[in-house]
C-alpha cells in the first residue's frame, strides 16, 4: 500500500469543515489504507456502562480529500483487502436492535477471538471471517453527519455485507475533494443486523479511490463482480424500498437504454429487495439515539441481465 491513516484519524462525525489527513489523486490505483478502533467496545466491556464511555463510539477514520472531485461528481471506492485484528466483541446494548426486549436492560458484552480457523462466536460455533465495512461516507455539503445514524445520500452506516473486498462503493460527491471516511469494520454480520452490532472488530481497509465525474447519485450504490446493488433510504420503510428501486429503473432505462416495459418486468421477476442494516434514515429522537427511524434497504440485479 501506499498510504496508511492510523485510528488516531478517527472523527464521529463527516464534515466538510474536518481538515484532510490525506491528498490524494484519483484514478492512479494508489492504495490506501485506513486503520479502524474498537476502543469504545473494549471500554463497554470493562465498564457496562454506556455513561463511563470516554472512547469516540462509532469513529470513522480520515478525511481522504480527492482532487479534482466536485459536487455533483461521484467516487468509486474499490475495496481490495479488510484485515482484522486478534479479536472482535459481540455487544448487547439496552433499548438498541431487534433483540432489545428479549435481552433485558442488562448489558450483554463478549470478547470474540479471531484466528485463522475463523471467527470464535461461541465455545462451539467458528464461523468463516467475513470481513466488511460497515461505515462508509463522504462529507455532506454544510453541517456533519453522524458517524451512528441515520445513513445519508452520502453513506455512513449503512452496515452493508457487500462493503467488502472485491466490491466497488459508489459515493455521491458534496463538497469540494469528497472528503471520504471510513470506519465500523466488522468481522462477520448477519444480512439485517439484527444486533445492531454485528461481530465489531478492530481492523484495517486497503482501498483505491476514482473519480466519476458527473455522475450525480442521490444515494451510494454497490457494484460487486456478479450484481449492482442500490441503496434504498427513505421512512416508512416502503418509501426506502420505493427509492431504491426506482434508482435501479433508472440505471436500466437512463443509463442503458431500456424500455420501460423491459425494466419493468425484469425488476419484476429478479430484482431483489432486501434489508441492509438498521441505522433508518430520519434523525432519530435525542432520547432513544439508538432508535431507528425507517430502514435502510438494498436492491440487487444481476449483471448478467444486462
Given at each position: 500500500?501506499?498510504?496508511?491513516?492510523?485510528?488516531?484519524?478517527?472523527?464521529?462525525?463527516?464534515?466538510?469543515?474536518?481538515?484532510?489527513?490525506?491528498?490524494?489523486?484519483?484514478?492512479?490505483?494508489?492504495?490506501?489504507?485506513?486503520?479502524?478502533?474498537?476502543?469504545?467496545?473494549?471500554?463497554?466491556?470493562?465498564?457496562?456502562?454506556?455513561?463511563?464511555?470516554?472512547?469516540?463510539?462509532?469513529?470513522?477514520?480520515?478525511?481522504?480529500?480527492?482532487?479534482?472531485?466536485?459536487?455533483?461528481?461521484?467516487?468509486?471506492?474499490?475495496?481490495?483487502?479488510?484485515?482484522?485484528?486478534?479479536?472482535?466483541?459481540?455487544?448487547?446494548?439496552?433499548?438498541?436492535?431487534?433483540?432489545?426486549?428479549?435481552?433485558?436492560?442488562?448489558?450483554?458484552?463478549?470478547?470474540?477471538?479471531?484466528?485463522?480457523?475463523?471467527?470464535?462466536?461461541?465455545?462451539?460455533?467458528?464461523?468463516?471471517?467475513?470481513?466488511?465495512?460497515?461505515?462508509?461516507?463522504?462529507?455532506?455539503?454544510?453541517?456533519?453527519n453522524s458517524t451512528i445514524m441515520?445513513?445519508?445520500?452520502?453513506?455512513?452506516?449503512?452496515?452493508?455485507?457487500?462493503?467488502?473486498?472485491?466490491?466497488?462503493?459508489?459515493?455521491?460527491?458534496?463538497?469540494?475533494?469528497?472528503?471520504?471516511?471510513?470506519?465500523?469494520?466488522?468481522?462477520?454480520?448477519?444480512?439485517?443486523?439484527?444486533?445492531?452490532?454485528?461481530?465489531?472488530?478492530?481492523?484495517?481497509?486497503?482501498?483505491?479511490?476514482?473519480?466519476?465525474?458527473?455522475?450525480?447519485?442521490?444515494?451510494?450504490?454497490?457494484?460487486?463482480?456478479d450484481e449492482w446493488i442500490f441503496?434504498?433510504?427513505?421512512?416508512?420503510?416502503?418509501?426506502?424500498?420505493?427509492?431504491?428501486?426506482?434508482?435501479?429503473?433508472?440505471?436500466?432505462?437512463?443509463?442503458?437504454?431500456?424500455?420501460?416495459?423491459?425494466?419493468?418486468?425484469?425488476?419484476?421477476?429478479?430484482?431483489?429487495?432486501?434489508?441492509?442494516?438498521?441505522?433508518?434514515?430520519?434523525?432519530?429522537?435525542?432520547?432513544?439515539?439508538?432508535?431507528?427511524?425507517?430502514?435502510?434497504?438494498?436492491?440487487?440485479?444481476?449483471?448478467?441481465?444486462?
Amino acid at each position: 500500500m501506499e498510504h496508511f491513516l492510523d485510528k488516531t484519524y478517527g472523527k464521529g462525525h463527516f464534515s466538510p469543515d474536518e481538515p484532510p489527513a490525506l491528498r490524494i489523486a484519483p484514478g492512479t490505483g494508489e492504495r490506501i489504507a485506513f486503520e479502524t478502533s474498537d476502543a469504545v467496545y473494549a471500554q463497554l466491556h470493562e465498564y457496562k456502562d454506556m455513561a463511563r464511555l470516554t472512547a469516540q463510539i462509532n469513529p470513522v477514520t480520515g478525511p481522504l480529500y480527492v482532487e479534482g472531485a466536485q459536487p455533483g461528481d461521484t467516487l468509486a471506492v474499490t475495496i481490495h483487502e479488510i484485515r482484522l485484528k486478534e479479536h472482535g466483541w459481540s455487544v448487547s446494548l439496552p433499548g438498541s436492535g431487534a433483540l432489545q426486549h428479549v435481552m433485558g436492560d442488562e448489558m450483554f458484552t463478549r470478547l470474540v477471538p479471531i484466528d485463522a480457523d475463523g471467527v470464535h462466536v461461541t465455545d462451539r460455533h467458528v464461523f468463516p471471517a467475513r470481513p466488511m465495512i460497515g461505515c462508509i461516507g463522504t462529507a455532506p455539503a454544510e453541517g456533519s453527519n453522524s458517524t451512528i445514524m441515520p445513513s445519508y445520500g452520502q453513506g455512513g452506516n449503512m452496515d452493508l455485507t457487500d462493503c467488502r473486498p472485491g466490491s466497488v462503493v459508489y459515493l455521491p460527491v458534496a463538497v469540494e475533494g469528497a472528503l471520504l471516511s471510513i470506519g465500523d469494520i466488522h468481522a462477520i454480520m448477519a444480512e439485517g443486523e439484527s444486533s445492531f452490532v454485528a461481530i465489531e472488530a478492530e481492523g484495517v481497509a486497503v482501498v483505491s479511490v476514482d473519480l466519476v465525474p458527473g455522475m450525480a447519485l442521490r444515494a451510494p450504490r454497490v457494484e460487486t463482480p456478479d450484481e449492482w446493488i442500490f441503496v434504498g433510504l427513505g421512512d416508512p420503510v416502503q418509501e426506502s424500498i420505493r427509492r431504491g428501486y426506482e434508482d435501479l429503473f433508472g440505471f436500466l432505462v437512463n443509463d442503458h437504454g431500456w424500455d420501460k416495459g423491459d425494466a419493468f418486468a425484469v425488476l419484476s421477476a429478479v430484482g431483489h429487495s432486501r434489508l441492509g442494516g438498521p441505522t433508518g434514515s430520519g434523525d432519530p429522537d435525542p432520547l432513544h439515539p439508538f432508535a431507528a427511524v425507517g430502514a435502510v434497504t438494498i436492491h440487487r440485479l444481476s449483471k448478467s441481465v444486462l
